[in-house]
């Protein structure tokens, strides 16, 4: 009991206190890890510093060993082939392999085979990275695991990824199977299984499977009309669509910006671009907003009913209100297309640059896009740089980017180039299209190379590409540019042999083909065929009347006219001017001035070769101040002058005696650097001729000496006369021995008119010396040469000259008999 106290006193001294005792929670040590943790996806970022690049990725662990039950973690542990993977680095380790490979080895080594949660997400996985040949075997392989449980969701994924591939009949397939697996289906399987429809263009089959549907009583939903909706209108049957769309707003379910979408789209490709416009007016109307989808099939349309300046505005406020529809790159390469069709291919540039300013990667159509602009106007040089750029930026040309630029050298007429694109393509393991034969076809043909064009036709035949419309029309055209008659009718011999029935482009290349050739007769059988069975247009008028003025035949040309006008046919430019050129040229000039009027009433401003051509029949009619009165309409309208015109304008005024006007002309081409040409000078030396103005025809002269070259004979005979007429018997001389120097060919005509003139003023011995010139050159001078000297010696001159001239002609007939081989 002592001991007591001092214990007592020990703890006091020390403040020693017992512990108190600490709370732990209860934990039983069978529980597992919580499995809904197991499926959420976890965001991974890896950084290459190096590259400069950063990476992001989901993983997704699924139910791991830890999970599994206590049996089958044993069963793991002992077997050290199997491995305990996410399910992410399943899906890595499967998607790094070749589908013939061991996948089931790998699948078989996986320790969350066990967890049937497990399936549905590795289906998931598998399906969002879009190997359909991965995710079969997969599938085939969990379908003999026993823990296996058929599920909706896992077909419905199955058979959304078949759709994306664009396979309609294992889709289908599926759909029976999940009925065998006692899996019944649902809205999401009927409008995966639309969707499939949709893709393959089958709409019929997709409304069958809705009638199904309705029968099975399962309500449709909203993505299982849109699906419906779109498979209706990407085959083009935008009224099916329409009827599509009122029975959802009937049954209740209202369209969203989707249905809108998908709608607009319908119309773009019933290619009812009208209606398409009207649609997203209403569309306004309601709450839904529109996105970059919507402007976009509104800006496509709008190019395609030619309101580019709509287009344009649409696209701009797209750029200022980025909040709300920022353009990306369909919307880029949508407007690239419109200034290509208006041409202004720098602008077409501009935009796509702007595009790589704003941040957004062109994709291949882009590029392609770009490309057709140049090759449309054949910039071959732009159209190879878009090319390479292409290989640059890691895209691989494909078989439009290649008939695009054959095209492009096709069209600059360069059609060696053409021909190696075409063999690159080849090469690069591409297949040459319809499109890539026509193109060099018409490359080809444009450059007067029938026989290779026809040559081509036969061996892309045998290639298994058989040609259209477009292939016969192209070998038309080259025929008449070759002038090659037999070539078009065997070409439509070929035509008909082949069921290819000729449209309106067709038959107005044969008939245009034979015109050029001045085959009338056949022009005509081919019209009189073609009303039967197509409808003419404004073009093939054209070329009857146009051919019909080139061959001379001046009524035909206006009976072709009347017909036009009686079928109600719109009436062009061209057809205005050929008209009011047969008109004049038949001395109607009532008529050519009446329809000229006419033209103008119909809203047609006249062009320069309208004016030209009331130019033509005002000089036919000698009327100089109506010509000049329309000369003055033609400062009017800002028409632009060429040579052509000035021509005929100098014309009419020689032809109604006004001559110096012809000299005013010829000054206002000098103000306006308007080419002379060899009609120019004409007119300009009968001008002077008749006003005797001697000094403007040295001057004349002294313009035409750096063209004496590219000058014709008859000009420079013409000029020569006139001159000497006139009696400039020295200017004459200085102006052939010019001529001469030029090296241009001095005519039998040439030499004559020098004879002419040089005996008008008595200079016998220049006649003689000429006279020596054309034995010297080859030109044997005429009986009546000689007779003309002799008579003027007799006459003109003194016995003693005349002695000298007869020993002289007879020296020279002596010298012309040696040359003469016996």
């Not at 759909?175 to 019944?184: D, G, I, L, S, T």
């Not at 001469?740 to 030499?751: N, R």
């Not at 006649?767 to 006459?795: C, D």
């Not at 000298?804 to 020296?811: A, G």
Request: a positive charge.
């Amino acid at each position: 009991m002592a001991a007591l106290p001092q214990l007592q006193l020990f703890n006091s001294l020390f403040s020693i206190q017992s512990p108190k005792p600490i709370k732990v929670p209860f934990k039983p040590i069978c529980a597992k890890p919580n499995s809904d943790e197991a499926f959420k996806p976890k965001k991974q970022v890896s950084v290459d510093y190096d590259k400069g690049t950063h990476q992001v990725s989901v993983h997704l662990s699924g139910l791991r060993k830890e999970h599994l039950p206590k049996y089958q973690r044993l069963r793991v542990d002992g077997d050290k082939f199997q491995k305990d993977w996410a399910i992410s680095e399943l899906v890595v380790k499967i998607m790094k392999m070749k589908h013939w490979e061991d996948i089931e080895g790998v699948l078989n080594s996986w320790a969350g085979r066990f967890a049937r949660k497990n399936f549905p997400v590795l289906i998931r996985e598998m399906t969002v990275r879009g190997s359909i040949e991965h995710s079969v075997q997969v599938f085939s392989w969990m379908k003999q695991q026993k823990n296996y449980c058929a599920r909706n969701d896992i077909y419905n994924m199955m058979i959304r990824l078949h759709a994306r591939h664009n396979r309609t009949d294992q889709a289908r397939g599926l759909f029976f199977e999940m009925q065998e697996w006692r899996c019944k289906p649902d809205a999401e399987t009927y409008s995966a299984l639309i969707s499939v429809h949709a893709r393959a263009g089958q709409w019929r089959w997709a409304m069958n499977i809705m009638e199904d549907m309705l029968r099975a009583a399962i309500p449709p939903s909203r993505a299982t009309y849109n699906n419906l909706i779109n498979a209706c209108g990407s085959s083009g049957n935008w009224k099916e669509a329409l009827n599509v769309c009122k029975k959802m707003t009937d049954n209740g379910v209202g369209p969203d910006l989707v249905t809108h979408n998908i709608v607009l789209s319908a119309y773009k490709s019933g290619g009812e671009y009208a209606k398409a416009l009207s649609y997203f007016e209403l569309m306004k109307g309601t709450k839904i907003r529109p996105d970059t989808t919507t402007l976009n099939i509104v800006i496509h349309c709008l190019v395609k009913n030619r309101q580019y300046k709509k287009a344009i505005d649409l696209f701009t406020s797209m750029r200022e209100k980025r909040a709300e529809c920022d353009p990306d790159v369909v919307t880029f390469t949508t407007m690239i297309h419109l200034y290509s069709v208006c041409g202004q291919v720098e602008d077409s540039k501009a935009v796509f640059d702007t595009m790589l300013a704003e941040g957004l990667k062109p994709n291949i159509v882009s590029y392609n896009t770009l490309l057709g602009a140049y090759a449309l106007r054949g910039m071959n040089k732009e159209a190879l740089l878009v090319f390479n750029e292409i290989k640059k930026n890691g895209l691989r040309p494909d078989v439009v980017s290649y008939t695009s630029l054959l095209n492009a050298y096709g069209r600059s007429q360069q059609p060696e180039k053409a021909a190696e694109v075409f063999e690159e393509m080849k090469k690069n393991n591409w297949r040459p299209n319809l499109v890539s034969y026509n193109a060099l076809l018409d490359a080809y043909g444009s450059s007067g190379h029938l026989a290779e064009a026809v040559d081509l036709m036969h061996a892309m035949e045998q290639d298994g590409v058989y040609p259209n419309i477009v292939s016969i029309s192209t070998l038309l055209a080259a025929c008449g540019r070759c002038c090659q008659k037999v070539k078009i009718d065997s070409i439509l011999s070929a035509a008909e042999s082949r069921g290819i029935e000729l449209n309106t482009v067709a038959y107005n290349s044969a008939i245009g083909s034979y015109m050029s050739i001045g085959e009338f007769d056949k022009a005509f059988k081919l019209y009189s065929s073609m009303r039967k069975k197509v409808k003419c247009d404004t073009i093939t008028y054209n070329l009857l009347i146009s051919g019909c003025n080139k061959m001379s035949r001046y009524r035909e040309a206006l009976k072709f006219f009347d017909e036009m006008i009686d079928l109600r046919i719109p009436l062009s430019k061209e057809v205005y001017s050929s008209a009011i050129c047969a008109y004049s040229k038949q001395g109607q000039l009532a008529e050519a001035e009446s329809l000229f009027c006419t033209m103008k009433e119909a809203g047609y401003s006249p062009d320069n070769i309208a004016f030209t051509t009331m130019l033509h029949a005002y000089s036919a009619a000698e009327d100089g101040d109506k010509a000049f009165a329309l000369f003055k309409d033609m400062e009017m309208a800002d028409v632009q002058l060429d040579s052509i015109s000035c021509s005929a304008l100098m014309r009419a005024f020689n032809r109604g005696h006004q001559p110096a006007r012809v000299l005013s002309v010829a000054e206002f081409m000098k103000k306006w650097k308007i080419p002379f040409t060899d009609a120019v000078f004409s007119e300009m030396a009968s001008a002077c001729s008749i006003l005797g103005d001697w000094r403007t025809t040295i001057l004349l002269i002294s313009m035409m000496e750096p063209l004496l070259h590219g000058l014709s004979v008859g000009l420079l005979n013409q000029v020569l006369y006139s001159i000497g007429k006139s009696g400039k018997i020295e200017i004459m001389m200085k102006l052939y021995y010019k001529i001469a120097a030029s090296g241009t060919e001095i005519s039998f005509s040439t030499y004559s008119i020098l004879l002419k003139n040089l005996l008008a003023v008595g200079n016998w011995r220049k006649y003689i010396e000429v006279l020596q010139w054309m034995e010297e050159s080859g030109t044997k001078p005429s009986a009546a040469m000689y007779r003309n000297i002799l008579s003027f010696a007799h006459k003109s001159v003194g016995t003693e000259y005349a002695v000298v001239i007869q020993k002289r002609i007879e020296s020279l007939k002596r010298e012309s008999c040696k040359e003469i081989p016996c």
